[in-house]
Antibody, heavy 117, light 111 residues
Framework: QVQLVESGGGVVQPGRSLRLSCAASGFTFSTYAMHWVRQAPGKGLEWVAVTSSDEKTKYYADSVKGRFTIYRDNSKNTLYLHMNSLRAEDTAVYYCARAEGFKLDVWGKGTTVTVSS | QSVLTQPPSASGTPGQRVTISCSGSSSNIGSNYVYWYQQLPGTAPKLLIS???QRPSGVPDRFSGSKSGTSGFLAISGLRSEDEADYYCAAWDDSLSGRGVFGGGTKLTVL
């Protein structure tokens, strides 16, 4: 079945880096744009970044621009989010989602990132 | 402060009809589709309404969406206890070279 599984979350100190992964299965990953969306504890959804199917187009939220990088490996059916210079306010559950335009029709269950000293 | 504005809460009794609004601007809802997502407690969001008013397969026809100008609306008729959840509107925003934007979310309580 169509599935997205995030991994790579954990507890990290402020200023350090972390890489999240999103493994896709059950669909032709290489033909879909993919997004990262996060949710801080007790807060609403915040869009983070998107990459087109061929990585030619990428957009980022202002809050992560210059610190986070979204990329993908279509040969491995995997989406990534590399996060540098992490801050306490980056603490959240991070979801990956499959997209057609901004229609996010398949979501993973999320992976939790906690930035704390 | 979210780019899209939703009421933080809404409520209704079983069987009632409830409407949730989502106010945006010309750079997002005014020029792009509105999407609605339902998030049940402790779970990932789920696509509820696509492209202003389209229901994905499996979504009951009790849920409907509409758009007028720079606002979107989600209506839930025949309210049921299992509809108690957080609801988020979303749209692509053409300003600042492009970005996705969500509303702050509306917590729906079924009394």
């Amino acid at each position: 079945q169509v599935q997205l599984v995030e991994s790579g979350g954990g507890v990290v100190q402020p200023g350090r880096s972390l890489r999240l992964s999103c493994a896709a299965s059950g669909f032709t990953f290489s033909t879909y744009a993919m997004h990262w969306v996060r949710q801080a504890p007790g807060k609403g959804l915040e869009w983070v970044a998107v990459t087109s199917s061929d990585e030619k187009t990428k957009y980022y939220a202002d809050s992560v621009k210059g610190r986070f990088t979204i990329y993908r490996d279509n040969s491995k059916n995997t989406l990534y989010l590399h996060m540098n210079s992490l801050r306490a306010e980056d603490t959240a559950v991070y979801y990956c989602a499959r997209a057609e335009g901004f229609k996010l029709d398949v979501w993973g269950k999320g992976t939790t990132v906690t930035v704390s000293s | 402060q979210s780019v899209l504005t939703q009421p933080p809460s809404a409520s209704g009794t079983p069987g009632q009809r409830v409407t949730i609004s989502c106010s945006g601007s010309s750079s997002n809802i005014g020029s792009n589709y509105v999407y609605w997502y339902q998030q049940l407690p402790g779970t990932a969001p789920k696509l509820l309404i696509s492209r202003n008013n389209q229901r994905p397969s499996g979504v009951p026809d009790r849920f409907s969406g509409s758009k007028s100008g720079t606002s979107g609306f989600l209506a839930i008729s025949g309210l049921r206890s299992e509809d108690e959840a957080d609801y988020y509107c979303a749209a692509w925003d053409d300003s600042l070279s492009g970005r996705g934007v969500f509303g702050g979310g509306t917590k729906l309580t079924v009394l």
